[in-house]
């Protein structure tokens, strides 16, 4: 019951809710606010009437709104925005701020007001300055006019009604003034509907136009994705080092150490029976292994060589431990992000493995070098080639890797060989 | 043999002197940083020092860096030098005077307790160590250069001879006769365009030819 009957009862109470009555306020308001670029639309239409189609007073109706818009678009902006906080709790987001905003902020006034006519968001507010905003108020205007005097003409037909076609304010026909008093209830009903709509369209009007536009959205967006992948990445790298660090400074230490006492016991302890000389042996070859295989551990998470001495160091030291004979070419004269150092390291760290694992090939060749902002690596090899990204997960991983900063990955790999791998990486992010 | 020992990990230093201790050695001093090497050495007038290369304060080279002090004032002191990892620049630093009495290992190294008390004692007396990862990584290094002429087995024997081992050394690690590796030598000196003259000699050159190319200065 209360289902149907809510909505009606909502329908007939609409010129007396609150609501209605408020947004009649914020489009007085909000008119008012429109009376100054509505005005500048205006005033240049006085010329004609001094000096009718005078071409200066052509050019002043064309140029005075855009000056207007122009010179006094973000200020109008922020009054609005501003207002329609206080008034109506209402949030127009702000358009970003941009590098582009930044530079042209301490420009001298006429290069900014040039930046400014060139920016979009310039025009976008004229927009709505000039034409979406007057518009909806206006509309709002108009049906607040028709709401109030149809409650001022109903009130005034009612003793008309009442009193008979002779009461002495009204000399009316009682069926005419039946019916007039009808269109004014309907009117009284209708337009708080109206009022409430031009509010809703202006605001929609003003988060659209004075808000961010979608491409500056989807920039800010783009932003922030890259800030916070550079972070997510940066923090891995970050994480990996402590560990390095920790293994380092922690077991590595005291398997060395541990190394080192069981190979003293072994070259002193000669008179020891022969079963424990073996044990004794025995656990000494293991503490070497396990050496071996934490070091190989720790190389794997992040090399110290790359920290303290840079890609050429470390890369040498890749190349070296490869079981195919590699050159080496390192030419970046300066240290590149601790981050694209890492993943130019493991990128050729896992090329390397690749051309050991798959490539067949008996020589192979390595050339880092600092293009401009970017760090080029190329990784040939004189193998059987058919590499596939589409299919080896190994090269699926060096695409990540490119990936996760931004860098780009190619491989060129026809059936037969040979093989080369180009990877690009930006230095700055 | 009197020598200085300069590590800063605590566990470490005192494993090395231990280890120096029982084997003969007399360790002068043990000490945690670089500074402390100098006092050390100018002190104890040792013949050998033991350095680590990453040392406070700022744990990078202060290691090498005193290596090379202790080299140019004290030329008579032989130094090894622990590292944790590769880095052929430090090995060019420390061989760019001269190749005699020097060493560079890898800290892990020191677990074979005796390949790295038989590095010492030739460091000691005179000769080289490099650690066969140093030989390895300047294999891999600049074009174009009289050594690309080497054959695989010639750059092996090279790369022993930089490691310091003696012909008969060499032989017996790759399993040929003295006389194969004396053939081999004879044929780097040639394509090296090393003059004929007294073999020691011609062998310090030959590995001071293979290490020039680690390093960019020269």
Known sequence: ?429 | MRTVIAEDSVLLRTGLTKLLETTGFEVAAAVDDAAGLLAAVERHRPELVIADVRMPPTFTDEGIRAALVVRRQWPEVAIMVLSQYVEERYAADLLSTSTTGVGYLLKDRVADVDVFLESLRRVAAGGTALDPEVVAQLLVRRQNTPLDRLTGRERQVLGLMAEGRSNAGIAEKLVVSESAVAKHINSIFTKLGLPASEGDHRRVLAVLRFLERASPTV
């Open chain 1, 1 to 429: 019951m209360n289902t149907v009957l809510a909505p009606i009862g909502r329908f007939l109470l609409a010129p007396w809710r609150g609501q209605a009555w408020r947004d009649l306020w914020f489009v007085i308001l909000s008119s008012a606010l429109s009376l100054l670029p509505l005005g500048l639309i205006g005033l240049p239409w006085a010329f004609f009437a001094v000096a009718p189609i005078y071409l200066p007073s052509i050019l002043a109706c064309a140029f005075l709104p855009l000056l207007a818009a122009v010179l006094l678009g973000p200020q109008l902006t922020t009054l609005r925005r501003s207002a329609y906080y206080e008034i109506r709790g209402a949030q127009i987001p702000r358009a970003p701020h941009t590098a582009r905003d930044a530079a042209s902020a301490d420009a001298p006034f006429l290069p900014r007001m040039r930046a400014r006519l060139r920016h979009p968001r310039t025009w976008r507010q004229a927009c709505y300055h000039l034409i979406a905003g007057p518009a909806a108020n206006l509309v709002g205007m108009i049906a607040g006019t028709m709401w109030v005097c149809g409650l001022i003409c109903f009130g005034w037909l009612v003793p008309a009604i009442a009193f008979g076609p002779n009461w002495k304010w009204l000399s009316m026909a009682t069926s005419l003034a039946l019916w007039s008093a009808l269109v004014c209830l309907v009117v009284v009903y209708l337009a708080p509907w109206l009022v409430m709509a031009s509010v809703r369209w202006d605001l929609k009007f003003a988060t659209d136009l004075l808000g961010p536009s979608r491409a500056e959205r989807l920039a800010h967006r783009v932003t922030d994705l890259t800030e916070s992948r550079a972070a997510v990445v940066d923090a891995a790298d970050a994480e990996r080092r402590r560990i390095e660090r920790d293994l380092h400074d922690g077991a590595q230490q005291r398997l060395v150490s541990l190394a080192m006492n069981l190979g003293l016991a072994r070259a002193t302890l000669k008179d020891l029976p022969e079963d424990a000389r073996t044990a004794l042996a025995e656990a000494h070859e293991e503490a070497k292994e396990a050496l071996g295989e934490l070091r190989n551990l720790v190389r794997g998470l992040h090399p110290v060589v790359l920290e303290d001495r840079g890609l050429d160091a470390a890369l040498s030291g890749i190349a070296a431990r490869s079981p195919v004979p590699v050159r080496l070419a390192v030419d970046v004269p300066r240290r590149v992000p601790p981050t694209v150092e890492a993943v130019a390291y493991f990128m050729v760290s896992e090329a390397l493995a690749n051309v050991a694992k798959h490539a067949q090939a008996s020589a192979a060749r390595v050339d880092v070098w600092l293009d401009g902002a970017l760090l080029r690596l190329s990784v040939a090899d004189d193998g059987i080639g058919g590499a596939d990204a589409a299919r080896g997960s190994g090269l699926t991983g060096l695409a990540q890797r490119a990936a996760s900063v931004d860098g780009g990955f190619e491989i060129v790999s026809p059936v037969g060989g040979p093989t080369t791998i180009m990877v690009e990486l930006p230095c700055e992010l």
